[in-house]
């Protein structure tokens, strides 16, 4: 199995400022069709969890341009710039390249 | 527009039986791949099982043997059959289409509590 490791675990960031949570797998997550699986999500408190970022930077529909993806092989970031209130929540990494996918533990992010 | 709808979550006893379905509009199951991912309470996510568009089927091996995912073209459902409940199998359960893609869709969630 893939295991996904996320740090920090806990990120309290002042409004405005930026924050970066990292993730590594356990081995590459490139498809030999050039993708890599790795997606970003956002679980904000008493909801389902969202997709901000698809194939490591690629941005999901209706996501602000302050959320970005970046990373190869092993190693990803998912940055946020100017952290808004409405972004608290826990951010997870999962990989989609093979079964049984896997979730990272989760960061949570909070208001400082 | 997409929905998914989840539903079959409530009380059930260790060693007993469930089905939940999820019920999708805008969208036709056999065209896509529908993920059960679950929640532990105040835990992570946890992939469960996949069935993908061509009718392959994959399965944690937590629950393998025990979880058995299935779609219905018929009635455009997806079904996740629970046998041999554990108590570690509490939690909140997703149903998912085409988990980390472009647009991925996630529902909101059934409650399945195992407890004597």
């Known amino acids: 199995d893939i295991v996904m490791t996320q740090s920090p675990l806990s990120l309290p960031v002042t409004p405005g400022e930026s924050a970066s949570i990292s993730c590594r797998s356990s081995?590459?997550?490139?498809?030999?069709?050039?993708?890599?699986?790795l997606a970003w999500y956002l679980q904000k408190p008493g909801q389902s969890p969202q997709l901000l970022i698809y194939?490591?930077?690629n941005r999901a529909s209706g996501v602000p341009d302050r959320f970005s993806g970046s990373g190869s092989g092993t190693d990803f970031t998912l940055k946020i710039s100017r952290m808004e209130a409405e972004d608290v929540g826990v951010y997870y990494c999962m990989q989609g390249l093979q079964t049984p996918y896997t979730f990272g533990q989760g960061t949570k992010l909070e208001i400082k | 527009e997409v929905r998914l709808v989840e539903s079959g979550g409530g009380l059930f006893h260790p060693g007993g039986s469930l089905r939940l379905s999820c019920t999708p509009s805008?969208?036709?199951?056999?065209?896509?791949?529908l993920s059960w991912v679950r929640q532990a309470p105040g835990k992570g996510l946890e992939w469960v099982s996949v069935i993908y568009s061509g009718g392959s089927i994959y399965d944690a091996d937590s629950v393998k043997g025990r979880f058995t995912i299935s779609r219905d073209s018929s009635k455009n459902t997806v079904s996740l059959q629970m046998n041999s409940l554990r108590a570690e199998d509490t939690a909140v359960y997703y149903c998912?289409?085409?988990?980390?893609?472009?647009?991925?869709?996630w529902g909101q969630g059934t409650l399945v509590t195992v407890s004597s």
């Open positions: 081995q590459s997550l490139v498809h030999s069709n050039g993708n890599k699986y």
């Open positions: 805008g969208f036709t199951v056999t065209d896509n791949y």
């Open positions: 194939f490591v930077s």
């Open positions: 998912v289409r085409n988990l980390g893609l472009s647009v991925d869709y």
